[in-house]
């Protein structure tokens, strides 16, 4: 038992050998439940009542989130915090962690789904999602679930994953305990009083009042989390892009009082930020309100110009201010983006609040303004610096988003906020952890396909590598739009290029006039030797937009076809297998 807490006395002579002689032949259910019976004696100061292992199975729960960003992960936490106070055995688990066996050996399971890209599921659910499709109907007969979809309205396909799942379970024979929740932006408007409904139907379900050890310890919240933002300083901050029409990028660095939050590299840092002046004078302007009017949101009671700077979206239309403008104009437009995907996306494409409200005018009272808005969501940013080289500091990569419109240029709202800082400033930000996309373990390979300033955890990757002495080999495939302007951290791979910590790297530029070419292009290219490396262990990171992390996957796919010799549902198997034993991660935004 080396590596395990022991007894502040020395063990009884022979306890050990003996412990571990009885539990070697417990299967994964068994020593789940032992783990609950032991939780319950040392909690209980000795004393547990003897259940058995069915009763047990049959008096827990489980929670299942599947998370992208970590607000599934939250909500499932705090559920299930919830449930263990009030005496219910449960399981915590991530999605990645059931397949449709697992599931169907279940009880009652409570879903916490967020929605990805184009109405994906989060990756840890895919594999799960995947099977749940082939499976037959009849197969979770014996379930009872409910489900919390958590997604953005501003997206055409609003909470798709949590609807597929919910009308998926009850195909496959599942009882459905609750109806559909759908959260918005504004998450905590649906989900506490879902948390609430949950914790009703568990009582009124319950054969066995008695309390019954939880059979895993749950997780405690984050220190530094979201809910508790640290203040961080400004120590640096230059331009890392050359040339009039590169992207302004920034290289920034942050500073704390005291150390820096433990994150390790993989994981983000979240900005909370407010918006500038001139934004909220034009939402004021199109809405007709003077900034002075009071509007009661959550219990407190802001003027509406605060309310807007600190706490609503500006920049992204939400379904319900678009609904409450065509309530007034009978407007094609309008309607058609409440009714269609691709119309709503050009909707949201072409204005932003103000724009909308300056498009569509009406007259706003304070409070329906706020109504009709959904909160301003922090922004998260992957750091771009591991501790073991940079020491207690935050390093992070921020493109600038600068568009310019029908309506004038428009300003990114957290970015322009970061390029506005000057050394010196302070600034709230908290940690993110984001557990799968950390490094392995071990000195596998890695292929780092990258593309924008998606190349930022790769850059903390290769640090930790190098600071841990890593005999794995290292590969980057890395798109831009021009290798002068826009190859980010130039300096820093070619010095581990010659250096010998690179060992491969494939660049492609979208805006050379010699050879244009995509990340997809390059692992076409190259696919032969990519599924070498793969043949040979090496795991797979993907960082950058949706749209080409999509690009990415469909060329994985064409490669493992053409190159691994597989059919189309082989291929798709292999990547989802990939993506199970952890050889195949993505962070996308």
Request: proline share 5%; aromatic share 6%.
């Amino acid at each position: 038992m080396s590596g395990l807490l022991r007894p502040r006395e020395p063990w009884p002579r022979g306890i050990e050998e003996g412990l571990l002689a009885r539990l070697s032949g417990l299967d994964a259910e068994a020593l789940l439940w032992v783990s609950g019976y032991a939780l319950a004696l040392a909690r209980g100061g000795g004393k547990a009542r003897s259940v058995s292992s069915a009763s047990a199975t049959e008096a827990s729960l489980a929670v299942v989130y599947a998370s992208q960003t970590g607000q599934a992960r939250r909500v499932a936490e705090r559920l299930a915090r919830a449930l263990e106070e009030r005496g219910n055995a449960l399981r915590l688990l991530d999605a990645a962690e059931l397949n449709v066996r697992t599931l169907a050996g279940l009880g009652r399971v409570f879903f916490a789904v967020s929605t990805h890209g184009d109405g994906d599921p989060p990756d840890a659910a895919r594999a799960l999602f995947a099977e749940l499709a082939k499976a037959k109907r009849g197969s979770l007969a014996r379930l009872g679930f409910a489900v919390l979809a958590l997604g953005d309205s501003s997206y055409p396909r609003f909470c798709a994953a949590g609807r597929w799942l919910d009308q998926r379970l009850v195909e496959l024979g599942a009882e459905r305990l609750l109806p559909l929740a759908e959260a918005d932006l504004d998450i905590e408007r649906v989900a506490a009083p879902w948390q609430d409904e949950v914790l009703a139907k568990v009582a009124s379900l319950s054969q066995d009042p008695r309390p019954v050890a939880a059979i895993l310890p749950l997780p405690r919240a984050v220190p530094h989390g979201r809910e508790h933002p640290l203040k961080a300083e400004l120590l640096d901050q230059r331009r890392i892009t050359f040339g009039a029409d590169a992207r302004d990028v920034r290289h920034l660095v942050l500073g704390f009082d005291g150390d820096a939050p433990p994150f390790e590299p993989g994981d983000a840092l979240g900005v909370v930020f407010a918006h500038d002046d001139a934004r909220v004078e034009r939402v004021l302007a199109a809405a007709g309100l003077r900034g002075e009017e009071r509007v009661e949101v959550q219990g407190q009671n802001w003027p509406i110009a605060r309310w807007l700077a600190e706490r609503a979206e500006l920049t992204r239309l939400s379904r319900r201010l678009v609904e409450a403008l065509a309530a007034v104009h009978q407007d094609h437009e309008l309607r058609l983006a409440l009714e269609d995907a691709s119309a709503w996306q050009a909707l949201v494409a072409r204005f932003q609040v103000a724009e909308a409200l300056a498009r569509w005018p009406r007259p706003w009272t304070a409070s329906e303004l706020s109504a009709a808005l959904t909160p301003l969501s922090p922004r998260l940013y992957s750091l771009a610096g591991s501790r073991s080289e940079e020491g207690e500091v935050a390093v992070l990569t921020v493109g600038v988003l600068r568009t310019e419109t029908p309506a004038g240029p428009r300003t990114g709202a957290c970015s322009g906020f970061l390029a506005g800082l000057r050394e010196g400033q302070r600034l709230e930000v908290f940690w993110e952890p984001n557990p799968r996309f950390r490094l392995p373990e071990d000195d596998r390979d890695l292929v780092m396909i990258a593309a924008g300033t998606g190349i930022a955890p790769f850059r903390a990757f290769l640090q930790e590598r190098i600071a841990r002495g890593s005999r794995g080999r290292h590969w980057l495939i890395y798109g831009a739009r021009r290798l002068r302007e826009d190859f980010l951290y130039q300096l820093d791979w070619l010095r581990w290029r010659k250096r010998g910590a690179l060992h491969r790297l494939s660049l492609a530029f979208s805006r050379e006039p010699q050879r244009r070419a995509y990340v997809q292009d390059r692992l076409r290219e190259e696919g032969s030797e990519l599924l070498r490396w793969l043949s040979e262990g090496a795991a797979i990171y993907v960082c950058g937009g949706t749209a080409m992390g999509q690009g990415v996957e469909a060329a994985l796919l064409r490669i493992l076809e053409s190159e691994g010799r597989c059919s189309p549902e082989e291929a798709r198997e292999r990547l989802l297998a990939l993506s199970a034993e952890g050889r195949y991660r993505r962070d996308l935004y």
